[in-house]
């Protein structure tokens, strides 16, 4: 009994050391949580969604848009018809101003001070949503390239991202994935037959709820 267990022990211990020896880690066996790890770790997958606002004089494309029509909606931007300025074209143009209302909400938002009358020099940023990995839902390799496909969505992160985001919306992509000597990597930049994962977030396809 006592000998079969020092073989057991000494079998384990040159498993350990061929693993070591091979350079094995978790990375490099592409599971679907290594996968999920590493899209969510991305930085292209944790950059923030942001909507730019555009206060002052609009053209009618702008002022039309749909984001520009949610928060008109809402009663934080209005607008009045003007005569259009050389370079903005085709009239009608807008001369638009954030209600007291959309003042209060936007005015958290933004790291520049914002006027009084809801006027702004020039574009605001407004930081409204980051992605939340669902899941993965299912992998393609063919020796060290694969393609991963995954199901993500928007959160938002403050009144204006609710307004803009509806967070029951799902959305599918995949990315490309590549096998180094250190393991398995998301795809960053272009290589053949692999779609970086800002491309696969780009070509992202809503889901039927």
Avoid at 152 to 180: K, Q
Avoid at 183 to 194: A, F, I, K, T, Y
Wanted: hydrophobic share 45%; proline share 7%.
């Amino acid at each position: 009994m006592r000998t079969a267990r020092i073989l057991l022990l000494a079998v384990l211990l040159c498993l350990i050391l061929l693993w070591m020896d091979l350079g094995c880690s978790p990375r490099n066996f592409l599971t679907r949580r290594l996968a999920a790890d590493l899209i969510s770790a991305s930085d292209t997958f944790k950059e923030p969604q942001s909507f730019w606002l555009r206060t002052g004089i609009v053209s009618n494309k702008d002022f039309s848009a749909p984001d520009y029509m949610v928060l008109q909606h809402r009663g934080w931007l209005i607008g009045s018809e003007v005569k259009c300025p050389a370079g903005i074209d085709p009239p009608p143009c807008w001369d638009v101003l954030l209600t007291p209302i959309g003042v209060e909400v936007v005015r958290p938002l933004i790291s520049s001070a914002l006027a009084g009358n809801g006027r702004d020099n020039g574009p605001m940023e407004i930081p409204v949503a980051r992605r939340q990995l669902l899941g993965v839902s299912g992998i393609s390799k063919s020796a060290t390239i694969a393609d991963v496909e995954f199901t993500w969505r928007w959160v938002s992160v403050n009144p204006v991202g609710a307004a803009l985001y509806d967070g029951g919306v799902h959305y599918r992509s995949t990315v490309g994935f590549r096998s180094y000597d250190d393991g398995w990597r998301v795809v960053d930049e272009n290589v053949p037959s692999s779609q970086t994962l800002e491309d696969a977030l780009r070509n992202a396809q809503p889901l039927a709820p």
